[in-house]
């Protein structure tokens, strides 16, 4: 079974810390992307990587990095939390164009 | 740009009701085509998906065919039944080498009733 495992399902953490959010996947996908979820929103692109190393803005990527070491992991990195990044955190790889992407569980970040 | 629009949710059907859930898009080119279905507490998963013009993509009794012509991907199923209630995104992929980002649109909620 191919899987996206993303290291925390639940996660509550304070306004200012440096939040860390881990995502691997075993399909030797290129392509990694980090979504968040919000109500009456929809999934919006925050970062994605196309190869190790490399990475590109996605559309709300203010407040964001990313870093991918290795092809089958690529991290989501809060630099100080503040409390709008409060969402549900999605991360997905994929191969080629027209193949499907492959998404987590998904990590419910609370900044309180 | 890319974009996806969805009827707005939520949807609520009776057991066995005909289901349709509208799906627009814009994109340059032929894009990919995608539904994925969402179940409470769970990350996305695939439905059925279109590669090109007239494909129709089919799955669990859900279908949708890939009209390029009024630029559409309707999602439907012919009854639906309880454990169908989810959160419901249609989704493209630009053919592009511009990355292989999905667009996605907000998603429609439907709920089941016995």
């Known amino acids: 079974d191919v899987k996206v495992t993303q290291s925390s399902r639940y996660l509550v953490k304070r306004t200012g810390e440096k939040v860390f959010l881990e995502c691997v996947q075993d399909m030797d996908h290129e392509n990694m992307f980090w979504y968040r979820q919000d109500p009456g929103l929809g999934l919006r692109l925050i970062y994605f990587?196309?190869?190790?190393?490399?990475?590109e803005k996605g559309d709300i990527p203010e407040g964001y990095s990313v870093s991918r070491e290795k092809k089958e992991r690529f991290s989501l990195i809060l630099e100080s939390a503040s409390t709008n990044q409060t969402s549900m955190y999605l991360c997905?790889?994929?191969?080629?164009?027209?193949?499907?992407?492959?998404f987590g569980q998904g990590t419910r970040l609370t900044v309180v | 740009g890319n974009s996806v629009t969805q009827m707005e949710g939520p949807v609520t059907l009776s057991e066995e009701a005909f289901l349709t859930i509208n799906c627009t898009y814009t994109?340059?080119?032929?894009?990919?085509l995608f539904w994925y279905v969402q179940y409470p507490g769970e990350g996305l998963q695939l439905l059925l998906k279109?590669?090109?013009?007239?494909d129709k993509g089919s799955n669990k009794g859900f279908e949708a065919t890939y009209r390029k012509e009024t630029t559409s991907f309707h999602l439907e199923k012919g009854s639906v039944q309880v454990s169908d209630s989810a959160v419901y995104f249609c989704?493209?992929?630009?053919?592009?080498?511009?990355?292989?980002?999905?667009?996605f649109g907000k998603g429609t909620s439907l709920l089941v009733t016995p």
């Open positions: 994109a340059t080119g032929y894009p990919s």
């Open positions: 990587s196309y190869d190790v190393k490399m990475k």
């Open positions: 279109a590669t090109k013009a007239d």
């Open positions: 997905a790889s994929r191969g080629f164009m027209n193949t499907e992407a492959f």
């Open positions: 989704a493209l992929s630009p053919n592009s080498n511009s990355g292989y980002a999905l667009n």
